[in-house]
């Protein structure tokens, strides 16, 4: 196991076999060196800092219909609703007040809001905040969309890919194409954006080829971010009552991750702390160096519900930073409030 680690090391990657292998066979000790070694490269590549980012999720209508989802748009007993360009403004000057210079807004796929309304929203973000990154997490757009966002001023987007793994994602990704999705991210790539993909771990039947269907798919595609959580079954969805994924399972994928592209930008999800009271802290341990505190208004945080027991549902914008700041110190990393760019990457 140990020379396996170490190929990956040494290589950036393994062939499908290895990676099966590396999967399915290791054990607590062999973890724990696949840990120093993500950290190593970590702290090598950008030190203790763990970038933040503040998150608005917008709206929570969407027209898809992913399984595993809260907010598919079959579950009638999802509470709506959507913010207006103004109320997302003050978020943004809220998060501004408290330190953030970066700014998530996702959303549900959601036709309300209009090319023309997203444009708006963007330039008045950047004309009121220029000194922030702004990263867009709409679902999937044509590449002129996205061209006029970027356009517009947004710098980043995040899009998972969800699973690379053709059957798993018809199983559960009704009515949508592995392969837009793929071309959207391509897409996003030859725009300039940074972007960012990633995928569930953990879902029912999901397997160790599944995985390294998702590893062989980040290499080639060398995404700036990616974004690795467990699968949380929601009350709501055909998955009720399935099992979830494991914290285990994630951050073996995370320090993989880290070692395959050790620059890449790295989030210790808000799924992952929501699985296990100490998931984020873990996930920094393995390799992790982003976190996404939440900035929504707290009367709809808990309408954002895509899975069960998410957590900071009911704090304060205020009280969610000091309580990531804290944990983050405990473990021996620093959160870092600048814009926390990807270090190759510079705007067409
Ligand atoms: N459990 C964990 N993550 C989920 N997401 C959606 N539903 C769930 C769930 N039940 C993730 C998807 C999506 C991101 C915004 O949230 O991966 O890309």
Redesign the pocket.
């Known amino acids: 196991m140990k020379t396996v680690i170490d190929k990956l090391c040494d290589n950036q990657s393994l062939n499908r076999e290895e990676f099966e292998y590396l999967l399915d066979n290791i054990d607590d000790k062999s973890l724990e060196y696949l840990r120093e070694k993500a950290d190593e490269v970590r702290i090598r590549e950008y030190g203790r800092s763990v970038y933040t980012r503040g998150i608005i999720e917008f709206t929570n209508y969407c027209k898809q219909n992913?399984v595993?989802?809260?907010i598919r748009h079959d579950n009638k007993k999802a509470d709506r609703y959507r913010l207006s360009a103004e109320e997302i403004l003050d978020c943004c000057d809220a998060g501004y007040k408290l330190g953030y210079r970066t700014f998530v807004l996702?959303g549900g796929e959601d036709p309300y809001y209009t090319d023309e309304k997203i444009i708006e929203v963007i330039r008045a973000i950047k004309k009121a905040l220029p000194d922030c990154a702004l990263t867009l997490?709409l679902g999937e757009k044509s590449f002129n969309s996205l061209k006029q966002y970027y356009e517009a001023g947004a710098d980043r987007y995040l899009l998972?890919h969800?699973t690379a793994a053709l059957v798993l994602y018809k199983k559960y990704h009704p009515n949508m194409s592995l392969e837009s999705r793929k071309q959207c991210l391509w897409n996003l790539k030859k725009i300039g954006y940074q972007v960012g993909a990633?995928f569930?771990v953990g879902l029912p039947k999901q397997t160790t080829k599944d995985y390294v269907e998702d590893l062989m798919f980040l290499k080639k595609l060398q995404p700036e971010m990616i974004?690795i959580?467990?699968?949380?079954?929601?009350d709501n969805?055909p998955l009720e009552g399935e099992v979830n994924g494991s914290v285990r399972q994630v951050v073996t994928l995370l320090a993989i991750v880290r070692l395959m592209l050790p620059k890449v930008l790295l989030p210790a999800t808000t799924?992952l702390g929501s699985v296990d009271p100490i998931g984020r802290e873990q996930g920094i341990r393995f390799g992790a160096n982003v976190v996404m505190p939440n900035l929504s208004p707290t009367n709809v945080r808990a309408k954002y519900a895509?899975?069960n027991g998410k957590i900071c549902v009911s704090d304060e914008a205020a009280q969610c930073r000091k309580h990531i700041e804290g944990k983050v110190s405990d473990i021996g990393y620093s959160l870092d409030m600048s814009r926390g760019d990807h270090k190759n990457w510079r705007r067409l």
């Open positions: 992913c595993y989802c809260g996702q997490s998972r969800e990633g569930l974004g959580g467990p699968f949380i079954a929601h969805t799924a895509l899975y």
